[in-house]
Nanobody, 120 residues
Framework: VQLQASGGGLVQAGGSLRLSCTASGNIFSISTMGWHRQAPGKQRELVAVMSSSGRPNYVDSVRGRFTISRDNDKNTVYLQMNSLKPEDTAVYYC???????????????WGQGTLVTVSS
């Protein structure tokens, strides 16, 4: 099982980016999927998560600017980031609680991270 993230890049302040993360492998089911980020010199923080039923939750600093969504048929979670600010610059990591085939329950997985740089 692995999570593959993509979509990062360099954008000017006020611009937009869309991140994608797909879970692949022998998966029985997926619970929560979400995004965290880690800026230089700072701790990793939760950005947005979405439950398997589609309920989103956001950190206050991105609410109203970022939108999380998921396609359960594709085992993919997205993060649409609008009105980007320089302080959004970070490595963004996808994260999922999923149940691999042959395992006894949910396990937590991380993607490899994708860099988002917002210039002022």
């Amino acid at each position: 099982v692995q999570l593959q993230a993509s979509g990062g890049g360099l954008v000017q302040a006020g611009g937009s980016l869309r991140l994608s993360c797909t879970a692949s492998g022998n998966i029985f089911s997926i619970s929560t999927m979400g995004w965290h980020r880690q800026a230089p010199g700072k701790q990793r923080e939760l950005v947005a998560v979405m439950s398997s039923s589609g309920r989103p939750n956001y950190v206050d600093s991105v609410r109203g600017r970022f939108t999380i969504s998921r396609d359960n048929d594709k085992n993919t979670v997205y993060l649409q980031m609008n009105s980007l600010k320089p302080e959004d610059t970070a490595v963004y990591y996808c994260n999922a609680d999923l149940w691999p085939l042959g395992e006894s329950g949910l396990r937590n997985y991380w993607g490899q991270g994708t860099l988002v740089t917002v210039s002022s």
